[in-house]
């Protein structure tokens, strides 16, 4: 087992590669009374062609991912929420464009649940008959999402951006999609993303190391798996261009919803490379827009924003791009605004004193964030399966400069890849 200190942090993880490819981290917390899990594998929503070794690519349909994630809580003998309830866990899983993750919390019976979580994961069952099933549960869902208006104008922005990338498609796929899902289909992306060499075992919390990681290597050892060969996944070239500069969709709120996206194009990033990439741009949008911004402020002002407003920005080693956006009353007044606010600050920059001041805010979140188990667990995972380390962005944080973020500035904003989602008023 090995043991990594971050005396800057004041953290110290053990970590441990079985012999079957599973990585296992323990992160332990004195004093903490919750314990927080996550099971997770590489695979999401993105991955819908892939090989393995030297075989033939194989496609497979839209949000199959997503689906099998509902099938693995269903076993022989029944839903496996039941059974960690009955051991006092709370259980959940989710799934992202590029990975899947099960979890549980807990105070009691850590070592029940943990082997709870590792067993029903590594143990799929799926019939003919409950795969038909949840064909329409899914569907069901889907329909669901269709008239949330959120969820609309967030997914209806990233399909404007992306004109082949799978991240355009929704993680739960289509209707026409889940229905040509199959109880094979389904054993053969899980036996190729649900290899112990593809998944992440994260535990943090009151627990022991030595005690986790003997734990685990007893519940491996039991079970057999094959050695398997490196996957491939496969994407399509995606243009420079947005696919549609502005969509409309109509449904019943209180106020229009607009999303703008930057989709970024460039050739994929090392690990340290795009870790210092998105922190910089976090920065240089937080300072840009953020709450404390002198563009959100007299946007808010003027009651052309609301305090729903905010900015994200997503990355990976295949695509990138920032959303901005929230509820107002006039989108192409706040387009008009914003498109005019970021014009003037490419020409002035960002000031020292405002970034600096964020910079601070941001190291400060990240420190908080740090007593808080299960979103460690979640940032943790994310940042292991891109090569890079949670516990390794202070120093980032503290080195990026006001000139690589006004760069950044620069370069990120380019109004020819922009898209612009909106969901508007129904007038009914």
């Not at 002198?294 to 295949?318: C, K, Q, R, T």
């Not at 009353?329 to 002035?348: F, H, Q, W």
């Not at 020292?352 to 908080?368: D, N, P, Q, S, V």
């Given at each position: 087992?090995e043991?990594?200190a971050?005396?800057?942090?004041?953290?110290?993880?053990?970590?441990?590669?079985?012999?079957?490819?599973?990585?296992?981290?323990v992160?332990?917390?004195?004093g903490?009374s919750k314990?927080?899990?996550t099971?997770?594998?590489?695979?999401?929503?993105?991955?819908?062609?892939?090989?393995?070794?030297?075989?033939e690519p194989?496609?497979?349909?839209?949000?199959?991912?997503?689906?099998l994630?509902?099938?693995?809580f269903?076993?022989?003998?029944?839903?496996?929420?039941?059974t960690?309830?009955?051991?006092?866990?709370?259980?959940?899983?989710?799934?992202?464009?590029?990975?899947?993750?099960?979890?549980?919390?807990?105070?009691?019976?850590?070592?029940a649940?943990?082997?709870?979580?590792?067993?029903?994961?590594?143990?799929?069952?799926?019939?003919?008959?409950?795969?038909e099933?949840?064909?329409?549960i899914i569907?069901?869902?889907?329909?669901?999402?269709?008239?949330?208006?959120?969820?609309?104008?967030y997914?209806?922005?990233?399909?404007?951006?992306?004109?082949?990338?799978?991240v355009?498609i929704?993680?739960?796929?289509?209707?026409?999609?889940?229905?040509k899902i199959?109880?094979?289909?389904?054993?053969?992306?899980?036996?190729?993303?649900?290899h112990?060499?593809?998944?992440?075992?994260?535990?943090?919390?009151?627990?022991?190391?030595?005690?986790?990681?003997?734990?685990?290597?007893?519940?491996?050892?039991?079970?057999?798996?094959?050695?398997?060969?490196?996957?491939?996944?496969?994407?399509?070239?995606?243009?420079?261009?947005v696919?549609?500069?502005?969509?409309t969709?109509?449904?019943?709120?209180?106020?229009?919803?607009?999303m703008?996206?930057?989709?970024?194009?460039?050739?994929?990033?090392?690990?340290?490379?795009l870790?210092?990439?998105?922190?910089?741009?976090k920065?240089?949008?937080?300072?840009?827009?953020?709450?404390?911004?002198?563009?959100?402020?007299a946007?808010?002002?003027?009651?052309?924003?609301?305090?729903?407003?905010?900015?994200?920005?997503?990355?990976?080693?295949?695509?990138?791009?920032?959303?901005l956006g929230?509820?107002?009353?006039?989108?192409?007044?706040l387009?008009?605004?914003?498109?005019e606010a970021?014009?003037?600050?490419?020409?002035?920059?960002?000031?020292?004193?405002?970034?600096?001041?964020?910079?601070r805010?941001?190291?400060?979140?990240y420190?908080?964030?740090?007593?808080?188990?299960?979103?460690?667990a979640?940032?943790?995972?994310?940042?292991?399966?891109?090569?890079?380390?949670?516990?390794?962005?202070?120093?980032?944080?503290?080195?990026?400069?006001?000139?690589?973020?006004?760069?950044?500035?620069?370069?990120?904003f380019?109004?020819?890849?922009?898209?612009?989602?909106?969901?508007?008023?129904?007038s009914?």
């Amino acid at each position: 087992m090995e043991t990594l200190a971050y005396p800057g942090v004041q953290e110290t993880l053990y970590r441990e590669v079985l012999p079957n490819g599973l990585e296992v981290v323990v992160l332990p917390k004195p004093g903490f009374s919750k314990t927080y899990a996550t099971f997770s594998t590489k695979y999401g929503s993105i991955d819908n062609r892939f090989a393995v070794g030297e075989q033939e690519p194989i496609s497979v349909p839209d949000g199959i991912a997503h689906f099998l994630e509902h099938k693995m809580f269903e076993e022989p003998t029944g839903d496996i929420f039941a059974t960690f309830a009955s051991q006092g866990a709370s259980a959940n899983a989710y799934t992202s464009f590029d990975r899947t993750v099960y979890l549980f919390s807990a105070t009691e019976q850590i070592e029940a649940n943990l082997e709870t979580l590792i067993d029903f994961v590594q143990n799929p069952y799926f019939t003919d008959e409950n795969v038909e099933k949840e064909k329409g549960i899914i569907e069901q869902e889907i329909n669901m999402y269709r008239d949330n208006a959120d969820w609309r104008v967030y997914f209806g922005l990233i399909d404007a951006l992306y004109h082949e990338h799978p991240v355009h498609i929704d993680i739960a796929g289509t209707a026409e999609s889940i229905g040509k899902i199959d109880k094979e289909t389904l054993y053969s992306c899980y036996e190729t993303f649900y290899h112990p060499s593809n998944m992440f075992l994260f535990i943090v919390g009151g627990v022991k190391p030595d005690e986790v990681m003997e734990l685990v290597r007893n519940n491996q050892a039991k079970k057999s798996f094959e050695a398997q060969g490196s996957i491939k996944r496969y994407f399509d070239p995606e243009p420079a261009s947005v696919k549609i500069p502005r969509k409309t969709a109509v449904l019943p709120v209180s106020l229009p919803k607009v999303m703008i996206g930057f989709k970024e194009t460039r050739q994929p990033l090392e690990p340290d490379a795009l870790l210092r990439t998105e922190l910089t741009t976090k920065l240089m949008l937080d300072t840009l827009l953020g709450s404390s911004s002198p563009i959100y402020n007299a946007l808010y002002d003027d009651n052309v924003i609301s305090d729903s407003f905010g900015h994200e920005y997503n990355s990976s080693e295949d695509y990138a791009f920032s959303v901005l956006g929230g509820e107002t009353k006039d989108p192409d007044e706040l387009l008009r605004r914003l498109r005019e606010a970021i014009e003037n600050t490419k020409v002035v920059g960002l000031t020292k004193e405002a970034f600096e001041r964020t910079k601070r805010k941001k190291i400060g979140g990240y420190l908080r964030m740090l007593n808080s188990p299960e979103t460690i667990a979640g940032e943790f995972t994310r940042y292991r399966f891109r090569g890079a380390d949670l516990f390794k962005l202070l120093p980032v944080y503290e080195s990026i400069t006001l000139e690589e973020a006004n760069a950044r500035l620069l370069e990120h904003f380019n109004w020819e890849r922009m898209a612009v989602s909106i969901v508007a008023k129904d007038s009914k």
